[in-house]
């Protein structure tokens, strides 16, 4: 059993930065693929970012690439996401979810826990 909580949300203006944080309960967190990703009202859940257990492989959502890194701390239990250059169209509650699996996946169907969310609003 693993549980994610994510903070860091929160307003920001066009162009800014914000940084998500996902801590995990357990001692297993480094046996997890971790991704995120993010839903805006009336839109499916997309996927955002994704990286592999061991930190050594990630994706990217060809909408944030650039902007977006992904991180993770196996000693600290947390995946982290650094959002810069903010658009309004990224506003959008951010999930962060735990895959058992070395490898992340694109599908939100592939993973196995969740966390409750953080609002992230992007203001023009």
């Known amino acids: 059993q693993v549980q994610l909580v994510e903070s860091g949300g929160g307003l920001v203006q066009a162009g800014g930065s914000l940084r998500l944080s996902c801590a995990a309960s357990?001692?297993?967190?480094?046996?997890?693929?971790m991704g995120w990703f993010r839903q805006a009202p009336g839109k499916e859940r997309e996927s955002v970012a994704a990286i592999n257990r061991s930190g050594g492989g990630t994706y990217y959502a060809d909408f944030v690439k650039g902007r977006f890194t992904i991180s993770r701390d196996n000693v600290k239990n947390t995946v982290y996401l650094q959002m810069n250059k903010l658009k309004p169209e990224d506003t959008a509650v951010y999930y962060c979810?735990?895959?058992?699996?070395?490898?992340?996946?694109?599908?939100?169907?592939?993973?196995?826990?969740w966390g409750q969310g953080t609002q992230v609003t992007v203001s023009s």
């Open positions: 979810a735990a895959r058992f699996s070395p490898f992340y996946s694109r599908s939100y169907s592939d993973y196995d826990y």
């Open positions: 357990g001692r297993t967190f480094s046996s997890y693929a």
